[in-house]
């Protein structure tokens, strides 16, 4: 059985850091594109960051770049975000993701196969 748990999360004031952690089990995704979604209340599920397999190439939404870092330990087959200078609106369910296909990048929810049960963060202002 596959899986993702997700830790990491917590309560932090403005200008914060936390860095989040994924680990998988049941199969290996070294080779693989793992990604990090957000969802706030009220919002659309959406990709934060991404990391592709073999080669590592990253993709982050324009309201994190140069704030988050996206990686991944293949030999402990965990993907982490790094989340720095964290605002009020980066509050949110943070869920990491898994394609079991493809090492390209993805960029869409229904691309992903695999899901965490998600870990909140929350930005206090």
């Known amino acids: 059985q596959v899986q993702l748990v997700e830790s990491g999360g917590g309560l932090v004031q403005t200008g914060g850091s936390l860095r989040l952690s994924c680990a998988a089990s049941g199969r290996t995704f070294s080779n693989n594109v793992m990604g990090w979604f957000r969802q706030a209340p009220g919002k659309e599920r959406a990709l934060v960051a991404a990391?592709?397999?073999?080669?590592?190439?990253?993709y982050y939404a324009d309201s994190v770049k140069g704030r988050f870092t996206i990686s991944r330990d293949n030999a402990k087959n965990t993907v982490y975000l790094q989340m720095n200078s964290l605002k009020p609106e980066d509050t949110a369910v943070y869920y990491c993701?898994?394609?079991?296909?493809?090492?390209?990048?993805?960029?869409?929810?229904?691309?992903?196969?695999?899901w965490g049960q998600g870990t909140q963060v929350t930005v206090s202002s």
């Open positions: 993701a898994a394609n079991g296909r493809s090492y390209w990048l993805m960029y869409e929810r229904n691309e992903y196969d695999y």
């Open positions: 990391i592709s397999g073999i080669s590592g190439r990253t």
